[in-house]
Nanobody, 125 residues
Framework: QVQLVESGGGLVQSGGSLRLSCVAS??????????WGWYRQAPGREREFVAD???????NYADSVKDRFTISRDGAKKQAYLEMNSLKPDDTAVYYC?????????????????WGQGTQVTVSS
């Protein structure tokens, strides 16, 4: 079982920056294909994709955060990060870390999805 813990959220003024961290604990297979992701959920809205990064460091971003947010990872430390710059009030949400793991064995492919508990980011105008 893998557990994720996020940190780094808080209150910041519009235009400010925050850096979120996510650390994974537990056993992860050596040959696992992993994709780290960040999602967010604002009050009254559905959870939405923010960014993700693969084992090969390929990244994807939501259009709303492109050129402002940067996702990165440290495979050895089993950590992922989200650097958020030029924050806007619309970025206010609970941010969740996601780890998607794919394991391929002779018996077939198995996918796992793990989520953290979330960290609140509030951007004041």
């Amino acid at each position: 079982q893998v557990q994720l813990v996020e940190s780094g959220g808080g209150l910041v003024q519009s235009g400010g920056s925050l850096r979120l961290s996510c650390v994974a604990s537990g056993t992860i297979y050596r040959n696992a294909d992993m994709r780290w992701g960040w999602y967010r959920q604002a009050p009254g809205r559905e959870r939405e994709f923010v960014a993700d990064i693969t084992n090969e460091d390929r990244t994807n971003y939501a259009d709303s955060v492109k050129d402002r947010f940067t996702i990165s990872r440290d495979g050895a430390k089993k950590q992922a990060y989200l650097e958020m710059n030029s924050l806007k009030p619309d970025d206010t949400a609970v941010y969740y870390c996601n780890l998607h793991i794919t394991v391929v064995t002779i018996e077939g492919r198995v996918d796992y999805d793990y989520w953290g508990q979330g960290t609140q980011v509030t951007v004041s105008s």
